[in-house]
């Protein structure tokens, strides 16, 4: 018998000074039983990143035919498509041609500088892409079933707090 999915409910305050988004999402997430919690909290932070009223998780992990994270516009267009990890080349190739704005978010540091180094050149043609690391060892210890989070963005700032914690979450652009 296959594993199902974990849900987890997260309660997530979003107030980020940069774009002016201050909000708060009540977010039902499905975890894949071989994600585990750091990958977890990298989804809820690039949530944070990129917040809207329109930005949904999509059914994640293994769909080869839709991001992890996407926001579409009312003619049902891919606006934002985002992905985690050491994504293929060919799926970027994808994303970028039905995307209006792609984004990648890495959090393997040792793998994710191996993969930019092997990747970059090819990257640079997407002129729709941009490619983040976030290093979120110190907030992975913060998920659970049931979460309620205060998520601060500030001048290239990112805290991430429950009742017990505030972690500053570094987030890091890739350029040439």
Wanted: hydrophobic share 40%.
């Amino acid at each position: 018998m296959a594993l199902g999915s974990t849900i987890h409910k997260v309660s997530l305050n979003i107030a980020d000074m940069t774009r002016h988004y201050y909000q708060q999402h009540e977010l039902t997430v499905a975890v894949h039983p071989s994600e585990n919690d750091l990958r977890f909290m990298v989804r809820l932070i690039a949530f944070a990143l990129n917040a809207t009223e329109q930005l949904a998780f999509t059914r994640g992990i293994g769909t080869d035919d839709e991001p992890e994270i996407q926001e579409k516009n009312l003619t049902n267009e891919i606006q934002l498509w985002i992905d985690f990890g050491q994504v293929d080349e060919k799926r970027i190739k994808k994303a970028c041609g039905r995307a209006a704005r792609v984004v990648i978010y890495t959090y393997h540091e040792r793998k994710a500088k191996v993969w930019w180094e092997q990747n970059r050149q090819k990257l640079r043609r997407y002129k729709n892409l941009s490619v983040f690391h976030i290093d979120a060892q110190d907030a992975e210890a913060m998920a659970s079933r049931n979460m309620n989070l205060q998520c601060s963005i500030d001048d290239g700032q990112l805290y991430l707090s429950d009742e017990f914690v505030t972690v500053n979450v570094p987030v890091i652009a890739y350029s040439e």
